[in-house]
Every structure is written in C-alpha cells, then in structure tokens.
C-alpha cells in the first residue's frame, strides 16, 4: 500500500479556479425534473458566516440516477444533468446553488434512500473536506433512509433542507455549536 | 460496489490551534459513521473536451511569458493500492513569482503579473500522468501570527473516481526553511506523511537550458480489494 496525501486547507483564494471552471454548469437545458435553488449560510463556532468556504455536492438526476459509469443500473443518467455543483460564499457566509430535486437512490442492500445531495464543506481554516448530506422536509421516504437513522434523533434535523418558499430550499451548513451540523466518517 | 478502504488516522489533518482560523470552524462532535453507498463510490467528473491545449501551461495564457523561474511540475495520481488513476482531473492555483495571487483577496504588497492567472488543469493519462508547466510560486505573508510566512506551494484539486477520493492539498517544494515554521503544512503530525506533500527535484525532469523539473505524485484512497481483472 501507498500512503495516503493529506489534505490541505483550500485557503482564501480558490475564487482563481472556480473562475477556471466558469464554462461548465450543472443544469443545461433541457434538463429532466424540477429546478430548485438551495440556499443558506455556513456558519462558524461563533455564529458568524464564513465568507470564504467552498461547497461541493453531488447528488443523482430526477430519476435517482448517478452520471457515473458504476451505476451500472439499466439505462441511462440525464444527458442534460451532471450532478456536480459547486458555490463560493459570499461576505456573510450565504450561497445559492441552483439544481434538480434529485430522485431516490438505491440503498445497499435493499429498499431505497431517500433523495439527498451529498455535500463537501471546505474553506479557509478548514484543513480536511468535511462531508454531509441534505435531505428535503418534503420527502415522506425520509423516516425510512438509512443513512438518515444512522444520525441520533436530536441531530436530525441539521441535515434536512426546509422548504423557504416555491421552489427554495433553506439549508445552513454550521461548523461548531449547538446547531452543528452533522458530518460524516464513510 | 467495492468499497474504498478508510483514511487511516493521522493521514488528514484535524483542527489545529496554531492554525487559528481552524478553532473555530472544524466540527466539534465525532463524526458519524455510516457504510457507503451509491452516493460515494459514484462521483463528480468534468466535461473534458472542455479542457484547452494551454491550459497546463501556465506559461503561455497570455500575450507575454510571465516574470518569475519557469519550472515543471510531473507525477501520477494513485489510489492507496499503487494503481494509476487514469482521467483525472487535476486543477492548480497558485501565487505568481512575487508572492501575489490574482484574486481581490489578497492584499499583499508585491506585484501582480499581467501575464500570469495562476491556474491550470489537465487530465491524467493512461498511466495516470499529468504535467504543468508554471513559474516558481513566490513566498508570501499572512496573518496568522507575527511575522507569519507560507512555504512556497501549489494549490492542487483532484477529482478522482469517485466522491470519496476528492483530494485538495497543497505541493511544497524541496528544502524550503519556512516549512518547519509554517502551521498548515505542519497540521500534519506526522513527518512521515507530511513529507509526502514535499514534491522532488527530479534532473531526469528538467529541460536543458529551459527548465528546473519537480517531480510528486499524489495518492488516493483505494478500494478494499482489487476486482479480478476480467
């Protein structure tokens, strides 16, 4: 075995390659399913926005579908969807991604997850990605998910976008404190 | 689905208080573990025929050379298993020779480059290569504590097979006295992994009468246990 590279925080100025990577976006049109806007601030132990933290997600098309050769499922990922998007924060810590309501996915073994959005949290003073999901307030698969179960009942809550009005979605990302948000070890 | 074996402890860095911005902004309560699923062994990719010829080449984005020692930076991207990871990409940013990056945050007092971005991408090949050609990023200064100096170092971005092998660190280069001073790159307890963010001065890599060549190589996490090839 090799050793693994550590990581290393993105530090302030990771604006110079998003700029680089300008020409591509997520939604194109013609895309299948509904659009919608996710939005919300991440937040540091004291309260106050992070302005310059960068998010990552992932997530499947409307149909619950991976645009990746191991979802090996029959059929094909919406040609119009890549599933990758990414925001910058701006001065109080808030973002705006706009994306597709993702589908149900596959659980491991059987039955299925609930639609969610895997998301990367990096920034300045932060060292390592950290790795956390939302889930949608109007999703009934939700009391089911797997993953979901996994996360004691009183954090729950911290991975579960609200519905802010038609078609947005709030969803704040807290580093520290009572409200911290759940990350994951996988 | 073969699963990606997990990052032994000590490999990334935890929060780290002579780093002063990580105090208040890494998690606080245990992570929590869940098996992986569809969601992370997929993962995000890029539309490669976006990808243009100079974009490797720092060099030669605009009309003129920028100031500053032109160098070559090669190596391959792994997984834990030694295996090449073919189509990956790999994105760069950096400071220009001065220290200064070209972005509005940076405050600096050394001049910006005309004709230096600061930012690469490419792809790897079959063997799982990639290459960039750039100028020596300068040294600069920050905050964090009195007469506070970064190493010199390249910002790199990986996006490899799947969700879980996303990989952002920063390439250091050989003998660099701010190295034992400088809190990020030490967040990194142990010297053994540490050093594997340290790039080598490869003489095989350098171009005669153009170019200094450094060589590192960067690894990802592999799976459990390598499917029989078929």
């Avoid at chain 2, 050989?174 to 967040?187: A, K």
Wanted: charged fraction near 20%; proline fraction near 9%; include cysteine.
């Amino acid at each position: 075995m090799t050793g693994i590279t550590p990581s290393q925080t993105v530090g302030p100025y990771f604006g110079i390659l998003l700029r680089a990577r300008a020409e591509c976006r997520q939604v194109k049109d013609g895309a299948c399913g509904t659009r919608i806007v996710l939005e919300g601030r991440v937040l540091d132990g004291a309260g106050v926005g992070i302005n310059d933290a960068l998010i990552e997600t992932w997530q499947a098309d409307a149909n619950g579908r991976y645009q990746h050769a191991e979802d090996c499922r029959p059929g094909t990922a919406d040609p119009n969807f890549s599933g990758f998007g990414w925001a910058h924060t701006g001065k109080d810590g808030e973002f705006h991604l706009q994306t597709i309501k993702p589908g149900p996915v596959p659980a491991p073994g059987r039955g299925v997850q609930a639609p969610h959005i895997l998301v990367s949290v990096m920034g300045r003073g932060i060292l390592t990605r950290f790795i956390t999901r939302i889930y949608f307030e109007d999703e009934p698969a939700n009391s089911g998910d797997p993953i979901l179960t996994l996360v004691p009942e009183a954090r729950r809550h911290t991975l579960i976008a609200r519905r802010a009005r038609d078609g947005v979605y709030a969803f704040d990302i807290v580093m520290q404190g009572p409200h911290e948000t759940v990350f994951f070890d996988v | 689905m073969v699963p990606y074996r997990r990052v032994p402890a000590g490999v990334h860095p935890p929060e780290d208080p002579a780093y002063r911005s990580t105090v208040l902004r890494h998690p606080l309560e245990p992570l929590v573990e869940i098996p992986q699923t569809i969601s992370e062994i997929t993962g995000p990719s890029y539309p490669y025929d976006v990808i243009g010829a100079v974009d490797n080449d720092l060099t030669r984005q605009h009309a003129a050379a920028p100031i500053g020692e032109r160098i070559v930076v090669e190596g391959r991207v792994l997984d834990d298993n030694g295996q090449p990871l073919p189509r990956a990409l790999v994105e760069i940013w950096q400071a220009n020779s001065c220290g200064r990056y070209a972005h509005e945050v940076d405050r600096h007092d050394a001049p910006l480059d005309p004709n230096f971005s600061g930012t690469g991408r490419t792809i790897t090949d079959d063997e799982g290569r990639y290459r960039f050609i750039t100028i020596k990023p300068g040294h600069y200064p920050w905050g964090n504590h009195y007469n506070a100096w970064r190493p010199a170092h390249i910002h790199f971005s990986v996006l490899g097979p799947g969700f879980l092998t996303r990989l952002v660190t920063q390439m250091y280069f050989p003998g660099d006295p701010l190295q034992p001073l400088d809190p990020i790159f030490n967040s990194v307890r142990d010297p053994e992994v540490r050093e594997r963010m340290v790039s080598s001065f490869d003489i095989d890599l350098t171009i005669p009468d153009w170019a200094l060549g450094f060589r590192w190589d960067i690894v990802l996490r592999g799976r459990e246990a390598t499917p029989a090839l078929a």
